[in-house]
């Protein structure tokens, strides 16, 4: 198999990778939010088992795709700059997919709390009704955390996209424009200025959504730009 080859096989895994990272996300909300959502939660939790664990696999699944993104991307992001290259592999790789793996452990827990919280009764109801409001209250701690983390991962990965090129910088200067709105929204969070749900949250993840749907089928469909494979390939020589 050639360079180019190699190349291009590497750009349609890497959009392949953010689909299937983007519509496990979504399953995961559309299958927990209506119970997590819920006043009842710790009683609707138990009676939906199947469905907080498929939530959990839908998080651990994109988790995990997204991370295989910037080890993919490595070889060729490192031949521009290494030291960003190794800061996305080290935020969006590692820190990105613990915090994943966190949240999908505390929806397991939750499985055991709301199970243990029917056998009790209304009794001890107040002691489980806590530990479910801490564990709730530390997952949406943890969103705020995992959206600037995502977010200097990203930032460092369109800053190398723009800069050598790999792709139109239109769609790359879109990444950062896009991205840099949901820093904002992770911080107005983290200091409780929005809620976790809310629509104002939804409408600041329109266009990093979007663009990295844009931004997938262009890979997959297009490749990287050749031209700044080979002018990449003679830096790094």
Known sequence: MTTDDTNKKTARIVGALYIIGTVAGILSLVVTGPILGNPDYLLNVSANEIQIIAGALFVLIM????????????PILKKY???????????????????????AI??????????????????????????????????????????????????IFYSLLYQSKLIPRWLSGWGLAAIIVWLAMGLLAMFHLI????????VMGIPIGLQEMVMAVWLIVKGFNPSAIASGSATGE
């Open 106 to 155: 505390t929806w397991l827990f939750l499985i055991s709390l709301s199970k243990e919280y029917v056998k009790a009764g209304s009794p001890d109801a107040s002691y489980f009704q806590t530990l479910g409001a801490v564990l709730l209250k530390g997952h949406e701690s943890i969103d705020p955390i995992l959206a600037i983390v995502f977010c200097l991962g990203a930032l």
């Open 63 to 74: 988790g995990f795709a997204l991370a295989l993104v910037p080890v993919m991307m490595f």
């Open 81 to 103: 700059n290494e030291a960003l290259a190794l800061g996305y592999v080290v935020f969006r790789g590692a820190l990105e997919t613990v915090t994943y793996i966190v949240m």
């Open 195 to 202: 809620e976790p749900m809310s629509t104002i949250r939804l």
